[in-house]
């Protein structure tokens, strides 16, 4: 029996039983797994690496990609030593340059001097991340402007061969990227959606699928790495398709929504998506990016962090420093859970499934042997069986009365809160509002932040 089975199964009879009569949207188990990486990485490399672009227009000669010191273990291990989970690479970006010796055009690597065109980017990241233990996703941009059938209905067949490829010939894919970006100017299309999606769930059924309107992910609202304070992981997504984008409602969720759609937070640890010389000394740092946990996973979404291989084909010094000190401090600050043996065991033990369910308006009080100094707290739902806190409070015995220290409004799979230190032997978390009369909290962390935050 596993620790899990076993820690849920002794803690079964202290349970009172749930007694909410809605019935709230749920996660598949892929999106329950997916949102439980937290940090993800991003890995956007193409012919614009080598031409200094955002966007390649598709005219770009296969000759200029030659990443000479190409070294995919060199992203996968320092993204693996920054506890990333899971590695997506652009296969083909809006260019249409494929990273892989696909059999669809010839606008591929296999025309480049790299690795005298025998080489494959998606083979060797795919294999990296099966060496270091990170799952591993493709990008594969509907819009190319190089494919001459693009604007015809022959590029939805074009685009599924391309699909077909990467989903059958890689091993496990665990995300499957959709943009739905489209220069204004482009040839009008229309995309098959719905048959690229059905591919991927027939190939690889546990991969989840992002794109602006889901259907497993969706789209945060901006690039900036900002979750709203308020984060429903519910949308209602009858109005939404890939493209057209209705960023604030994304940014958000919606309360009533009936679809669960958890948002996905991506970012670029440079200004651009691709890297370019002059933003080396633009690189955030490991302070900025523990910022963006806190806006992104500490707002019940996941972090999608872009770190762009150069021109040689590795990852810059500057970026691997930065992630490595971001996994640093976060390491740091939740090291020590000060709740621990003050608070539930259930709340405490990392595990989702063993739970506290909490009555609205009911204070769920820890107090301590000693008084403690902290200034983050941690509160995640059981979303396994829904998203429900609306609103809640945090506050403090100050020996005579209870004070204010923040107050709360979305928790879902997780919230963290930020304030200034407090020290005290008594606190106390109340939901105010929910969905329904109780709330599953799952876990509870009260921490002292490192002094690199
Ligand atoms: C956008 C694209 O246009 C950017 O180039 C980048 O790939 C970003 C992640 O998505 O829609």
């Not at 993800?40 to 672009?53: C, E, M, Q, S």
């Not at 190319?144 to 939805?156: I, K, L, Q, V, W």
């Not at 970026?319 to 976060?330: C, G, P, Q, T, Y």
């Not at 876990?443 to 932040?449: D, L, P, Q, S, V």
Request: glycine share 8%; aromatic share 12%.
């Amino acid at each position: 029996m596993s620790p899990i089975t076993k820690t849920l199964l002794l803690l079964l009879p202290f349970l009172p039983q749930v007694t909410t009569a809605q019935t709230l949207p749920r996660p598949t188990p892929r999106q329950l797994a997916w949102q439980q990486m937290e940090t993800t990485a991003f890995l956007h490399f193409t012919v614009n690496t080598y031409t200094d672009k955002e966007w390649g227009d598709g005219t770009e000669s296969p000759q200029i990609f030659n990443p000479v010191k190409f070294d995919a273990r060199q992203w996968i291990r320092s993204l693996k030593e920054a506890g990333f989970k899971l590695a997506i690479i652009t296969a083909k970006h809006h260019d249409g340059f494929c990273l892989w010796p696909t059999q669809t055009t010839e606008h591929s690597v296999k025309n480049s001097p790299w690795k005298g065109g025998k080489g494959d980017v998606v083979r060797e990241v795919a294999d990296a991340c099966r060496q270091y233990g990170l799952k591993f996703g493709v990008y594969l941009s509907p819009w190319d402007r190089h494919e001459p059938s693009y604007g015809t209905a022959a590029y939805n067949d074009f685009y599924k061969k391309q699909l077909r490829e990467l989903l059958t010939n890689y091993g496990p894919i665990a995300e499957v990227w959709f943009d739905g970006a489209k220069g204004e100017n482009a040839k009008n299309m229309t995309y098959d959606f719905a048959g690229y999606w059905a591919m991927v769930r027939q190939l690889q059924p546990q991969a989840v699928m992002f794109s602006d309107a889901g259907p497993d992910v969706r789209w945060v609202g901006n690039e900036s790495g900002n979750a709203a304070e308020t984060c429903w992981s519910t949308i209602d997504n009858s109005k939404h398709a890939p493209g057209v984008a209705d960023s604030k409602y994304l940014n958000t969720g919606d309360p009533n929504g009936k679809d669960f759609i958890p948002a996905e937070t991506d970012v670029s640890i440079r200004p651009g998506w691709f890297y370019h010389p002059k933003e080396d000394s633009k690189v955030r740092s490991g302070k900025n990016l523990v910022n963006l946990y806190y806006q992104s996973v500490g707002r019940n979404s996941l972090l999608l962090l872009n770190i762009p291989p150069n021109r040689d084909g590795l990852l810059s010094d500057a970026d691997v420093a930065s992630i490595k000190e971001f996994r640093s401090i976060l390491n740091e600050t939740f090291k020590t859970n000060l709740a621990k043996g003050a608070a539930k065991s259930g709340l405490t033990d990392g595990f989702m499934n063993t739970m506290a369910i909490t009555p609205v308006n009911k204070p769920l009080e820890v107090t301590f042997r000693n008084p403690i100094t902290f200034d983050r707290m941690l509160l995640q739902e059981n979303i396994s069986s829904g998203q429900r806190v609306m609103e809640g409070q945090v506050e403090y015995w100050d020996g005579t009365d209870w004070k204010p220290i923040q107050t709360f409004t979305t928790v879902g799979y997780k919230r963290l809160l930020r304030f200034q230190p407090v020290t005290t032997d008594k606190v106390r978390v109340t939901f105010t509002a929910a969905k329904g009369d109780v709330v599953e909290l799952a876990e509870m962390g009260i921490f002292k932040a490192s002094s690199r935050e």
